[in-house]
Nanobody, 115 residues
Framework: QVQLVESGGGLVQPGGSLRLSCAAS????????MRWYRRSSGKERELVAD????????NYVDSVKGRFTISRDNAQNTVYLQMSSLKLEDTAVYYC????????WGQGTQVTVSS
Protein backbone atom coordinates (compact mmCIF):
# COMPACT_ATOMS: atom_id res chain seq x y z
CA GLN A 1 0.00 0.00 0.00
CA VAL A 2 1.01 3.63 -0.39
CA GLN A 3 3.16 4.93 2.44
CA LEU A 4 4.46 8.46 2.87
CA VAL A 5 6.71 9.23 5.82
CA GLU A 6 7.66 12.83 6.51
CA SER A 7 10.63 13.86 8.61
CA GLY A 8 12.84 16.84 9.29
CA GLY A 9 10.50 19.09 11.21
CA GLY A 10 11.45 20.81 14.41
CA LEU A 11 11.82 24.06 16.28
CA VAL A 12 13.67 26.84 14.50
CA GLN A 13 14.14 30.56 15.07
CA PRO A 14 12.78 33.12 12.62
CA GLY A 15 15.15 33.42 9.68
CA GLY A 16 16.32 29.86 10.07
CA SER A 17 16.15 26.91 7.73
CA LEU A 18 14.86 23.36 7.71
CA ARG A 19 14.72 20.62 5.12
CA LEU A 20 11.74 18.32 5.16
CA SER A 21 11.84 14.88 3.57
CA CYS A 22 9.06 12.56 2.51
CA ALA A 23 9.98 8.95 1.85
CA ALA A 24 7.51 7.20 -0.42
CA SER A 25 6.76 3.54 -1.03
CA UNK A 26 4.03 1.32 -2.42
CA UNK A 27 3.74 3.01 -5.81
CA UNK A 28 5.91 3.97 -8.76
CA UNK A 29 7.18 7.21 -7.31
CA UNK A 30 8.82 8.48 -10.48
CA UNK A 31 5.49 8.48 -12.28
CA UNK A 32 3.62 10.80 -9.95
CA UNK A 33 3.36 14.48 -9.21
CA MET A 34 4.01 15.24 -5.54
CA ARG A 35 2.86 18.02 -3.26
CA TRP A 36 3.59 19.52 0.12
CA TYR A 37 0.72 20.91 2.16
CA ARG A 38 0.59 22.51 5.57
CA ARG A 39 -2.03 23.07 8.22
CA SER A 40 -1.68 25.73 10.86
CA SER A 41 -3.70 25.76 14.05
CA GLY A 42 -7.17 27.07 13.34
CA LYS A 43 -6.62 27.29 9.59
CA GLU A 44 -7.51 25.15 6.63
CA ARG A 45 -4.97 22.98 4.90
CA GLU A 46 -2.89 24.94 2.38
CA LEU A 47 -1.06 23.74 -0.71
CA VAL A 48 2.53 24.93 -0.33
CA ALA A 49 4.43 23.43 -3.26
CA ASP A 50 4.02 21.08 -6.18
CA UNK A 51 6.47 19.21 -8.39
CA UNK A 52 5.91 17.23 -11.56
CA UNK A 53 6.85 13.57 -11.84
CA UNK A 54 10.18 14.27 -13.54
CA UNK A 55 10.95 17.28 -11.38
CA UNK A 56 11.03 19.66 -14.30
CA UNK A 57 8.25 21.97 -13.13
CA UNK A 58 7.48 23.37 -9.71
CA ASN A 59 4.84 25.68 -8.29
CA TYR A 60 4.55 27.48 -4.98
CA VAL A 61 2.00 29.40 -2.99
CA ASP A 62 2.85 33.10 -3.13
CA SER A 63 3.69 33.30 0.57
CA VAL A 64 6.67 30.94 0.21
CA LYS A 65 8.02 31.90 -3.21
CA GLY A 66 11.71 32.67 -3.05
CA ARG A 67 12.04 31.01 0.37
CA PHE A 68 11.01 27.38 -0.16
CA THR A 69 12.24 24.90 -2.75
CA ILE A 70 10.59 21.60 -3.58
CA SER A 71 12.74 18.90 -5.14
CA ARG A 72 12.74 15.16 -5.58
CA ASP A 73 15.10 12.24 -5.96
CA ASN A 74 13.34 9.58 -7.98
CA ALA A 75 16.14 7.11 -7.35
CA GLN A 76 15.54 7.44 -3.60
CA ASN A 77 11.73 7.75 -3.83
CA THR A 78 11.92 10.92 -1.79
CA VAL A 79 10.55 14.43 -2.12
CA TYR A 80 12.05 17.34 -0.22
CA LEU A 81 11.02 20.78 0.91
CA GLN A 82 13.92 23.12 1.63
CA MET A 83 12.64 25.97 3.75
CA SER A 84 14.70 29.10 4.31
CA SER A 85 14.09 32.52 5.86
CA LEU A 86 11.42 30.94 7.98
CA LYS A 87 8.76 33.18 9.48
CA LEU A 88 6.48 32.78 12.46
CA GLU A 89 3.57 32.20 10.10
CA ASP A 90 5.28 29.15 8.60
CA THR A 91 4.53 27.28 11.81
CA ALA A 92 2.36 24.31 10.84
CA VAL A 93 2.19 20.59 10.37
CA TYR A 94 3.59 19.81 6.94
CA TYR A 95 2.29 16.89 4.90
CA CYS A 96 3.32 15.31 1.64
CA UNK A 97 0.70 14.11 -0.76
CA UNK A 98 0.24 12.28 -4.03
CA UNK A 99 -2.61 14.23 -5.63
CA UNK A 100 -3.65 11.52 -8.06
CA UNK A 101 -3.82 8.72 -5.47
CA UNK A 102 -6.85 8.91 -3.20
CA UNK A 103 -5.96 9.09 0.46
CA UNK A 104 -2.20 9.26 -0.11
CA TRP A 105 -1.10 11.38 2.83
CA GLY A 106 1.70 11.12 5.30
CA GLN A 107 1.35 11.56 9.05
CA GLY A 108 2.88 15.01 8.92
CA THR A 109 5.86 16.66 10.55
CA GLN A 110 5.60 19.64 12.88
CA VAL A 111 7.49 22.81 12.03
CA THR A 112 7.56 25.46 14.74
CA VAL A 113 9.11 28.84 14.08
CA SER A 114 9.60 30.70 17.31
CA SER A 115 12.08 32.97 19.01
Amino acid sequence: QVQLVESGGGLVQPGGSLRLSCAASGFTFSGYRMRWYRRSSGKERELVADITANGALTNYVDSVKGRFTISRDNAQNTVYLQMSSLKLEDTAVYYCNVPSISGAWGQGTQVTVSS
